[in-house]
DNA sequence: TGGATATTGGG
DNA sequence: CCAATATCC
């Protein structure tokens, strides 16, 4: 780009507020720099929302860092861009996008408006790209299999994290511009978040790295310790560089870097495909028998309040709605109950999900539903079907996750939390909603009814 | 990144 | 009887 325009760096819908290699390399060939940040309506859409929340804090954290010299814009990129663009003076300016790959379709829609305009456009790279270009296979084509994908992009490598160190950035004052403040927090009741910004995240990476990371593969799927990094909100915002973490990981690692590379699968496959972040990948289970009536609506409100009778599916539903985040194998769980115990649609699940959660994430989200449901890419086969007492069983083993989030249980000791209905029914704690056994007939029934 | 059930082989 | 294994969904 030519020296001595104005930049703006645009940021979308997904704040990478943690990556200062888009902003410094933007940085060192311009003139002034203003950073902006374009919040998608969806943001801001549901005022109570979590994920809102936690985005506030992460704004105002960064503004803290910048000296209060943070400018936040509201609304449709499409306009918003050009306005501020005309509001600092400049006829031409060059415009920063750091953004997801499945958001380069809105991004060339916004290229062409900004071309209209007479506006520049220069691209820079994205948090979720962690590799120079895409991983493909050797025809170039997309991978639809995770684990050639993940064998592929370790091979590929990535660069390492830039250096942030020396920052010489000169941030103008946003003064006098309209529409320009960050979002209040809205009034969170009882809710626990976590910390945001990007000191916490790197506070977190700390934590986990020394405490949890050496044994990851072995404990990660236990609900009721401190064994997983809780690193995903500052991942989804930006707090974190993937690249900043993946600098520290070696080969004996692969467990955790693969959670990284599933990041970076799905959002490939959402880039491919975007309209299966609401439809079936696998088109072949549109035909699939679903229940979406009055007692479906009733059963999902169930599954939402944490009130299904299934201990460990409930206490998962309930840390959603206490923290806005749920442990990993929880999420499967109750994943799995909802559409293979009730036979609801996977999308009804998913957008309460993503209504809830702080670490929200559109592809890692949609596509872990239909990972569950069968109908996604590499998906689970449709007859691993989870028990929800055995997984409880398993995971929770002393019951110490379900009684920290399920009051009504507290009283039982140990594993019978798992199966309270031996007990005698708790004060309270409803009766299964429904039966497990019979459930899982009805789901293997309804998927031998698709076609082959 | 299952689970239910039947079968087998050692106690 | 129970644990390990096989097989099917």
Known sequence: MAENAPAILWFRRDLRLGDHAALLTAAKSASRVLALYVLDDALLKPSGAPRTAFLSGCLRALDEQLSGRLLVVHGDPVRA???????????????????????????????????????????????????????????????????????????????????????????????????????????????????????????????????????????????????????????????????????????????????????????????????????????????????????????????CQGRTGYPVVDAGMRQLLAEGWMHNRVRMIVASFLVKDLHLPWWWGARHFMRHLVDGDLASNQLNWQWVAGSGTDAAPYFRIFNPTTQGEKFDPQGDYVRRYVPELAGLSGKTVHQPWKAGPPDGYPAPVVEHAHERRVALERYGELSP
């Open 81 to 303: 861009v050009p306005e501020v663009a005309e509001a600092i003076g400049a006829g031409s300016v060059h415009v920063h996008a750091d953004t997801a790959p499945y958001g380069r379709r809105r991004d060339q829609e916004v290229a062409a408006e900004l071309g209209r305009r007479g506006v520049d456009w220069v691209e820079t790279g994205s948090s979720y790209a962690i590799t120079p270009g895409r991983v493909t296979k050797p025809d170039g084509e997309p991978y639809r299999v995770f684990t050639p994908f993940f064998r592929a992009w370790l091979r590929h490598g990535w660069p390492s994290p830039a250096d942030t160190s020396a920052s010489t950035v000169d941030w103008i004052d946003p003064d006098g511009l309209s529409g320009v403040d960050i979002p209040d927090a809205p009034d969170l009741g009882s809710m626990t978040l976590p910390e945001p910004g990007e000191r916490a995240a790197l506070a977190a990476w700390d934590h986990f790295r020394d405490e949890a990371l050496p044994d990851y593969d072995n404990r990660r799927d236990r609900p009721d310790l401190d064994a997983s990094s809780r690193l995903s909100p500052y991942l989804r915002w930006g707090c974190v560089h993937p690249r900043t973490l993946l600098a520290e990981l070696g080969d004996e690692d692969e467990a955790f870097r693969a959670e990284l590379a599933w990041r970076e699968f799905h959002a490939d496959v959402l880039w491919h495909r975007p309209e299966t972040a609401r439809r079936n990948y696998n088109t072949k289970f549109d035909a699939m028998k679903l229940e979406t009536g009055p007692a479906a609506r009733s059963a999902f409100e169930a599954w």
